[in-house]
């Protein structure tokens, strides 16, 4: 689906580990990797400097990727120093990328309104789709198991779909990236709409299940066009329950999910079904926002 890649690790994320699995990565159609690392000002005296012992120490664990790399990769190391959000959008005007994978620990809304979090701080000041995996997940993967994932990525993707303009948006985000899609990559979608349980058997929720599987018979015909195998599921009840519960059931590779971050959605009062997704799903989540 992809075929350039900014890795993003502080070396506690997990994420480092890619750096022995760079041909599989390659399998699943990237052929340009780049790995940062943003290492904090030294803050220690009256003005802040760059750490450069700690800078070419990143540099020298993030060399065994380039080592690692098959000859029709292009993978490069990037080390600079700062705070994330500062530094990774300077990486990105320095490299042609399409999809930016990151780390992000599963935690609370409030938790992320005082702590913060660099991954929903990216969506916000990045066009490039982020591909937000778990810590907790990818770090008890054994060596073998992280390869074969490498290698499956974006090939079975879960997408929600409400018929919204987020969620069109969406969908055409999809398909060009589709298009020139690697051999390997992006073979299935699921698209699935959750029904709020307003009673099952009620005339509303009927007509509301019957609009949705219409909606979804569309959009399947716009992905198969796309030589996608698509498969379309409707389901009445809570959306994060629901969406959780079929990326379980039919082994897929990452949730696709978009959400308008110039509407200022990460505000702590305000509760967004990309959000929650973000913050609790365990499984992979491609994240794709509007452009700035």
Not at 105 to 117: N, V
Not at 217 to 243: H, R
Not at 248 to 273: C, G, M, P
Request: overall charge negative.
């Amino acid at each position: 689906m992809f075929q350039s890649c900014l890795i993003c690790t502080d070396f506690t994320d997990g994420l480092y580990r890619f750096i022995d699995c760079v041909p599989n990565l390659a399998q699943c159609g990237l052929k340009k990797i780049v790995f940062f690392h943003s290492v904090p000002l030294w803050e220690e005296g009256e003005v802040p400097r760059i750490d450069d012992e700690k800078v070419e120490q990143a540099k020298e664990r993030l060399q065994k990727a380039v080592d690692n790399a098959p000859t029709e990769v292009d993978v490069q190391v990037e080390v600079l120093s700062g705070k994330p959000l500062d530094t990774i959008p300077r990486v990105l005007k320095k490299h042609s990328i399409d999809v930016i994978m990151t780390g992000t620990p599963i935690r609370s809304l409030l938790q992320e309104k005082f702590f913060g979090s660099t991954s929903a701080g990216l969506a916000k000041v990045t066009s490039q789709p982020l591909n937000i995996i778990r810590p907790e997940l990818i770090t008890t993967y054994t060596r073998e198991e992280l390869a074969l994932r490498c290698q499956h990525l974006w090939r079975y993707l879960l997408i929600p779909y409400n018929n919204s303009k987020t969620a069109r948006y969406l969908i055409e985000e999809i398909k060009k990236y589709a298009q020139d899609r690697p051999e390997n990559s992006l073979k299935q979608c699921m698209l699935m709409s959750v029904v709020d349980d307003c009673g099952r058997k009620s005339i509303l929720a009927q007509q509301r299940v019957e609009e949705a599987t219409s909606n979804l018979k569309a959009v399947k015909e716009e992905l198969e066009a796309l030589d996608i195998e698509v498969n379309t599921l409707v389901k009445v009840g809570n959306p994060l329950q629901e969406i959780t519960t079929a990326a379980l059931d039919f082994d897929i590779s990452a949730i696709a999910i978009a959400t308008d971050y110039r509407t200022n959605i990460l505000q702590w009062t305000v509760r967004s079904f990309a959000n929650d997704v973000m913050r609790s799903s365990w499984f992979p989540v491609l994240l794709f926002s509007p452009k700035k």
